[in-house]
């Protein structure tokens, strides 16, 4: 056992928003915890997901996209990352290989060569780029900044990621086991429904209903004589224009919202449940700090 002592350390994913840092945290762990969207600053909350095997206990930390605040949930998101840095082992950092670089990842490079946390250069979406252009990709970032290792992967078809594991673990120390090894998550299960829920809004609506949303699980209940768990949420919504949008014609987007939602729920509870939405109008919500603090957004933590 002394040949192979149990690794363990904290990973963080971080970079412009949109660059498949949840993708790569589901793919990394084999399940969905992390919501997914082609829509950028998807990600608002730092989600943890616990990676364990034999080798040892990896606590990956997918932060919300590093980009200019336009309101207090931007500001609050923002500051969510930038913190993150300062607590964890290794620095994944996430580019598009597609789009290049951009204003965006300089300003997170700028950031980066502030720590002493060695840092990982992530070429991700390397399934829809040339292999020739990656090369002069790789050496523009380099060229502002030096990186511990350099991996090009694709989140989406899981290519690299295994080598990537491998130098993560090559970068962790000796160390404990922080969670059991059958949890891959910190996250309470009331937390993913609403990002569940969440996430088939941000899919189904596309650009018509942005990120002014919310979701809050307002009630979990089991059932007298039933295996089937009945969950109440509220999806809030700055506009009434919005609520219109996501209610539908004769009520047709609300249930196809709470159809989707409610089939990855039962997935992840391993139950039948019973999932009832409601759909509020909270005028400007993302920036109050009390409507933010009460949908999960704790402004005064940092």
Known sequence: ????????????????????????????????????????QTTRNRVQGVYTEERGQVVFIDTPGIHKPKHRLGDFMTRTAVTTLREVDLILFLVDAEEGMGSGDKFIMERLSQTETPVFLIVNKIDRVHPDKLLPIIAAYQEIMPFDEVIPVSALNGNNVPVLLDQVFAKMEEGPQFYPEDQITDHPERFLMAEMIREKVLHLTHEEVPHSIAVDIEQIKKRENSDTVYVSAVIAVERKSQKGIIIGKQGKMLKEIGQKAREDIERMLGTKIFLEIFVKVEEDWRNKPKQLRSYGYDDEEY
Do not use: C, E, Y
């Open 1 to 40: 056992m002394a040949d192979n002592p149990f690794k363990s350390g904290f990973a963080a994913l971080v970079g412009r928003p949109n660059t498949g840092k949840s993708t790569l945290l589901n793919q990394l762990l084999g399940q969905k915890i992390a919501i997914m969207s082609d829509k950028p």
